[in-house]
């Protein structure tokens, strides 16, 4: 089966994110992908100021119109977007936290994993802002089963593990990896490594660093580094995008999962 990761740039405007969103899946599909995954915060991204602002539910217009064209090219999307939480206190300010949700829409299809994994590390709490999920999620296509994990998830490889056990054979990425000293070199490692421990293929679709390669390697704020990947279930790079926007596209075999699991139990024989 072929897929797509889609590596863009999203803005803070979120009508216009919406088009640039659309505009890619129809180009994906168009050149045969079935699943089209794109970054987390497609939406908005984490750079543009209050996340609550522009969240929608699953029923509002940014889902129902990939949904719209999900449908109509008979394709599966997941895609990040941020939907209405709840509200807490955080040192004396009322915050409406929202879930960071990827979004799942294909025909017959609506739905979403909120991520589990809120990033609160280096002195940035995401959790402030973010009610981190509580379900694994997969779902399938075609003869695919797809699991789903969001950015820092990825540091935890028991998820991917426990996705791989309930039959995952690919499992997505949505992700807004920031770029800093040794960002992206702990990017590939970690996207080699789940693929390893879950002897999964893994699709991580990533934002694109703003500013391309001209200052690689330096911090740049919770956008992106570029650098989408995908990766087959024996750590081997299949593809990866660059600083830049860019869609990738690889076959997925569920043979080869099979394959590799019976010559590497790695899943089945985990405690």
Known sequence: MKVAAVQLTSTGNITENQELALAKIREAAGNGARLI???????????????????????????TAIQALAEELEVTVVVGMFCPADTVERDGKTINRVTNTALIAGPGVLGGYDKIHTYDAFDYRESDTVLAGESLVAFDVDDLIVGVATCYDIRFPEQFKELASQGAQLIVVPTS?????????????????????????????????????????NPSGPTGIGHSTIVDPNGVRMAEAGYEDDILYADIDPNEVAKTRRALPVVATAD
């Open 37 to 63: 995954v794109l970054p987390e915060a497609t939406a908005q991204n984490f750079h543009s100021g209050r996340l609550d602002e522009q969240a929608q539910t699953l029923e509002g217009p940014f889902a």
């Open 177 to 217: 990896w920031a770029d800093g000293p040794g960002k992206l070199e702990q990017w590939r490692l970690l996207t080699a490594a789940r693929a390893l421990d879950s002897t999964s293929y893994i699709l991580a679709a990533g934002q694109s660093r703003p500013s391309g390669d001209a200052e690689a390697g």
